[in-house]
């Protein structure tokens, strides 16, 4: 018998793969990589959970995901991104939702942030020289706000900011809708 819950994502240094099968795990679902899965693939579920990394203020991967949820008319679709922005920075993270789905989407759609963090030794070069320019930018910047500051600080080497306890207002949600 199929699982009616399907975990999916999309992750390049594995904060993302780690959270994916976390919420897996803990709601007993199935976990995918999004590259892997046909619209039959998703279709046969009633709760897909997509996640995806941020990346430049993008959450890679959602288009294509919401665009398969949309097409298997998923039942029941949510959504989580991580970081490396802390989880205390609500103001920071509301920004990127808000960059990334619709007003009429944020209000459909159930979304949550999951801090991830930095893996230079897994990212591939483009990211890498990315991280390079972002970092020269912040140290160039004058006035900096405390939250600019500290991530300055934060993205000289790898950090890893993830934690299993964060996934629980998704799997409450989850379970809340059965
Ligand atoms: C080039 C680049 C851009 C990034 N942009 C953001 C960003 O806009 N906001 C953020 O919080 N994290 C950003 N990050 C951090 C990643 O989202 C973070 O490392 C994520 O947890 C990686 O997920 P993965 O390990 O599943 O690939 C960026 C990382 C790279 C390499």
Redesign the pocket.
Known sequence: MKQPILVTYR???????QYAQWIAEALGGACRPLADLSKDDMAAYGTVIFGG?????SVDGLKQAKALAAACQVPRFLVFA????PAAAQDQIAA?WAANLTPEEAARIPHFYFP????YEA?PLG?KL??KAFSAMLRRKKNKTPDEQAMAEAITASYDLSAREHIAPLVDCVTGME
């Open positions: 992750s390049v240094t594995g904060f993302t793969q990394r941020f990346h430049a203020g991580t970081g490396a922005t990127a991830g963090g930095l893996r990212m990211d990315m991280m």
